[in-house]
Structures are given as structure tokens and as C-alpha cells.
């Protein structure tokens, strides 16, 4: 059964980092490409980023690039997303998904 959790999420300043993790099992993490998807309330899923396999390769949305670093520990089974510099519009569910799954999410609210 493929698992993913995700934990770190929580309520920060504008212009303060937040560090996401996502436990992953169920199936070939170390040859999976992961990825990080929000969505803001009221709006549809947004892509965020994502890396492949060997964590050589990481890919942004326009929106968060020079700000997100994902990042992955194949020994650990576990992907992360460091957010700095955060926005208000950055508020929103993390959630972290492989090719066809999704986990439940983790909450991130950025306000003053």
C-alpha cells in the first residue's frame, strides 16, 4: 500500500522558511520521480516542483523558483521541500505525490 505523509507545515511570518517532509513506503521510492503540488483555498491544484530519481535533477514553478529547494534521502525514504522567503500567496495545503498518488497534505499559512 503506497503511503505518503506529509509533516512541517504550520503558520509563519511573511518573509520566514518553513522546512516540509514527506515519509514515503509502499513502493520504489529511490526509482521514483516525486513531487510537491499545493492548493491555495478556493483555487485548483498548483504544481510546485519536483526531482528526479537520484535527486540530481529539480524542476520549480515560476512562483516559487529562488525560494524552494526540494530536496530527497532515498536511504531515509523521505522527499522535503525547504521554503524560505515566504508570501502570503504561498498559503496553502503541501502535498507531495509520486506519479499517482498523492498524500493528505500538510497545512502552510503565511500572515502577520
Known amino acids: 500500500e503506497v503511503q505518503l505523509v506529509e509533516s512541517g507545515g504550520g503558520l509563519v511570518q511573511p518573509g520566514g522558511s518553513l522546512r516540509l517532509s514527506c515519509a514515503a513506503s509502499g513502493f520504489p521510492f529511490s526509482r521514483s520521480t516525486m513531487n510537491w503540488v499545493r492548493q491555495a483555498p478556493g483555487k485548483g491544484l498548483e504544481w510546485v516542483s519536483s526531482i528526479t530519481s537520484g535527486g540530481d535533477t529539480t524542476y520549480y514553478a515560476d512562483s516559487v523558483k529562488g525560494r524552494f529547494t526540494i530536496s530527497r534521502d532515498n536511504a531515509k525514504n523521505t522527499l522535503y521541500l525547504q521554503l524560505n522567503s515566504l508570501k502570503t500567496e504561498d498559503t496553502a495545503m503541501y502535498h507531495c505525490?509520486?506519479?499517482?498518488?498523492r498524500g493528505p497534505g500538510t497545512q502552510v499559512t503565511v500572515s502577520s
Open positions: 505525490s509520486n506519479e499517482a498518488f
